[in-house]
């Protein structure tokens, strides 16, 4: 099968919601904090992390670049260039599930890579939750080193209770 990369395109948007939300069940901030606090009363994970796409399509910033094979989306990856800083972010990079395991996710990257290269980044950047373990062996295998750790915390606000009279 063979694999192009290729700018996106509008119409891909629903599918790369839908890809995500698939690719980051159990392995997002977004949701655990809906397992640990309860979905919000406007929205779950889902909702949140499919707005992702959305960000990183509309980013004056950015880009997004889209695997397909026949027609059919398997995947992509989103980059933020901070010109000033000369620093290029993944945000996102998400394989279909029936692409996984067939180094299509280290293309992705090394085509990332290769964009901030052109585009004079100097240092590239990727994270991800330690609970993550395609993430945490993938993107050190493809060179990129660990040089901090995050601890990210949530908690449930109510309402300010309102004047009594």
Same mark, same amino acid.
């Given at each position: 099968?063979?694999?192009?990369?290729?700018?996106? @395109?509008?119409? =891909?948007?629903?599918?790369?919601? @839908?890809?995500?939300? =698939?690719?980051?069940?159990?392995?997002?901030?977004?949701?655990?904090?809906?397992?640990?606090?309860?979905?919000?009363?406007?929205?779950?994970? &889902?909702?949140?992390?499919?707005?992702?796409?959305?960000?990183?399509? =509309?980013?004056?910033?950015?880009?997004?670049?889209?695997?397909?094979?026949?027609?059919?989306?398997?995947?992509?990856?989103?980059?933020?260039?901070?010109?000033?800083?000369?620093?290029?972010?993944?945000?996102?990079?998400?394989?279909?599930?029936?692409?996984?395991?067939?180094?299509?996710?280290?293309?992705?990257?090394?085509?990332?890579?290769? &964009?901030?290269?052109?585009?004079?980044?100097?240092?590239?950047?990727?994270?991800?939750?330690?609970?993550?373990?395609?993430?945490?062996?993938?993107?050190?295998?493809?060179?990129?080193?660990?040089?901090?750790?995050?601890?990210?915390?949530?908690?449930?606000?109510?309402?300010?209770?309102?004047?009594?009279?």
């Amino acid at each position: 099968m063979a694999i192009i990369v290729r700018p996106y @395109r509008e119409p =891909d948007r629903a599918t790369l919601k @839908r890809l995500t939300i =698939d690719a980051f069940e159990g392995v997002s901030i977004d949701h655990a904090i809906d397992r640990v606090l309860g979905p919000l009363a406007t929205s779950d994970w &889902r909702d949140r992390k499919g707005r992702h796409v959305d960000e990183d399509v =509309d980013a004056a910033d950015g880009a997004v670049d889209v695997a397909e094979a026949s027609g059919e989306i398997l995947g992509y990856v989103s980059m933020r260039f901070d010109r000033d800083a000369s620093v290029g972010r993944i945000p996102n990079v998400v394989v279909a599930p029936v692409a996984r395991g067939q180094g299509l996710g280290r293309r992705l990257l090394e085509h990332a890579i290769g &964009r901030f290269r052109a585009e004079g980044m100097r240092v590239a950047r990727i994270e991800t939750l330690e609970g993550n373990p395609i993430g945490r062996h993938l993107y050190p295998s493809v060179g990129f080193l660990e040089v901090a750790r995050q601890v990210h915390y949530a908690m449930p606000l109510e309402p300010e209770p309102g004047p009594t009279t």
